[in-house]
Antibody
Framework: QVQLVESGGGVVQPGRSLRLSCAASGFTFTAYAMHWVRQAPGKGLEWVAVISSDESDKYYADSVKGRFTISRDNSQNTLFLQMNSLRPEDTGVYYC????????????????WGQGTLVPVSS | DIQMTQSPSSVSASVGDRVTITCRASQGVSTWLAWYQQKPGKAPKLLIYAASTLQSGVPSRFSGSRSGTDFTLTISSLQPEDSAAYYCQQADSFPLTFGGGTKVEIK
């Protein structure tokens, strides 16, 4: 069965960096685009970034552009999110999610999600 | 960016009631819209995509429809396990955006 397991969260000070990982299993990782979606405490969902299956395309939310970098290691079935210059407003649970299909627009829906990893940004 | 306006922000209904949630897009998104259900402390779950296509395994009491830039999620007969937050999401263009959410409570 499809499994996505995030790790790397934890308390971080404003201005510092953190790298999140998402280990994927149960499907052909190299065939799917992957997304990061976050949720501030008690708030709604916010899409963060997407990376295509072959890393050729990447898109970001305006709120993280220039500070966050999405990447993947297809040999290790792992998705990453490098977060630099963190701000208090980046606080939240970060979910990795699989794109539902291999082509647009199906690749812009999320059919499997991890359990999330919490990133509190606080001094 | 495409703004998604969801209403109501919360609804309280009895078991067996029909519940309707609306999502309005700030510009046309064709049928590229999904609905997700999220229970407290859990990851969201895909219910409907392409405005009206039920994801595999989702009960048939959930349905979706579209009228122009207005989208509706309907629960035909509310069940206790449907207590959750519901979010719409447009898949027409980047950045992908979600509605603000609707909390469904059981009376």
């Amino acid at each position: 069965q499809v499994q996505l397991v995030e790790s790397g969260g934890g308390v971080v000070q404003p201005g510092r960096s953190l790298r999140l990982s998402c280990a994927a299993s149960g499907f052909t990782f190299t065939a799917y685009a992957m997304h990061w979606v976050r949720q501030a405490p008690g708030k709604g969902l916010e899409w963060v970034a997407v990376i295509s299956s072959d890393e050729s395309d990447k898109y970001y939310a305006d709120s993280v552009k220039g500070r966050f970098t999405i990447s993947r290691d297809n040999s290790q079935n792992t998705l990453f999110l490098q977060m630099n210059s963190l701000r208090p407003e980046d606080t939240g649970v970060y979910y990795c999610a699989r794109a539902m299909g291999r082509s647009s627009p199906q690749s812009r829906y999320f059919d499997f999600w991890g359990q999330g990893t919490l990133v509190p940004v606080s001094s | 960016d495409i703004q998604m306006t969801q209403s109501p922000s919360s609804v309280s209904a009895s078991v067996g009631d029909r519940v309707t949630i609306t999502c309005r897009a700030s510009q046309g998104v064709s049928t590229w819209l999904a609905w997700y259900q999220q229970k407290p402390g859990k990851a969201p779950k895909l219910l409907i995509y392409a405005a009206s296509t039920l994801q595999s395994g989702v009960p048939s009491r959930f349905s979706g429809s579209r009228s122009g830039t207005d989208f509706t999620l309907t629960i035909s007969s509310l069940q206790p396990e449907d207590s959750a937050a519901y979010y719409c999401q447009q898949a027409d263009s980047f950045p992908l955006t979600f509605g603000g959410g609707t909390k469904v409570e059981i009376k």
